[in-house]
């Protein structure tokens, strides 16, 4: 399977308590919710589609808490192909704490997670999807197994919270396949892992600056 992430971020690349003011509070957090007023049905369409294509769902525990309070409690889980989805497919959570998972089709991921993760992948399959789970994405990054990031982009400086990449951390270089902007707004960037950034130094190059 090809392992892709979904993630909502800011311009000033935070991720935290994108969905409402309680959701997530750690550290002092009190600016949550901030993409609810700039989502549209652009941001919509792709993200349904994503979940679409969906084989099996791959969360860190923070994040698979938050899904299974609110996406894991639909009445009627045919009420959009979202919480079809995630209620259908299958889901690993990576945890090491979490011992008697209450949504349906749930396995839990523990021990040597990069061994486990590339078991995963190494199935027949399309799609396993990481969506939000930060440190789960920055230690699938380290060790390789990250095929494709969708990211989001708001047009939004949030100021404080917890980032997509700290500010020390291996640089990383990345293809960009698609990109597209929303009536609202948003960007939504689909990039490719490219190993390591090259370095050089600039000199002034009149002739590409007229």
Known sequence: MKLTTTTFVSVDGVMQGIGNPDEDRRGGFDRGGWTTPLWDSDAGSYLTGIFERADAFLFGRWTYDVFASSWGAVANPQMNSVAKALHE???YVVSNTLTDPQWANTTLLSGEVAT???GLKATAGGE???HGSGVLIRSLLDNNLVDELNLFMFPAVVG???RLFP???PDRALELIESQATRGGVTIQVYRPAGHLDYGT???DLEHMS
């Open 89 to 91: 497919r299958p889901k």
């Open 116 to 118: 486990a993760v590339a």
């Open 128 to 130: 396993l999807q990481v």
């Open 160 to 162: 404080q919270g917890t």
């Open 167 to 169: 500010d020390s951390g």
């Open 202 to 204: 600039s000199t002034a």
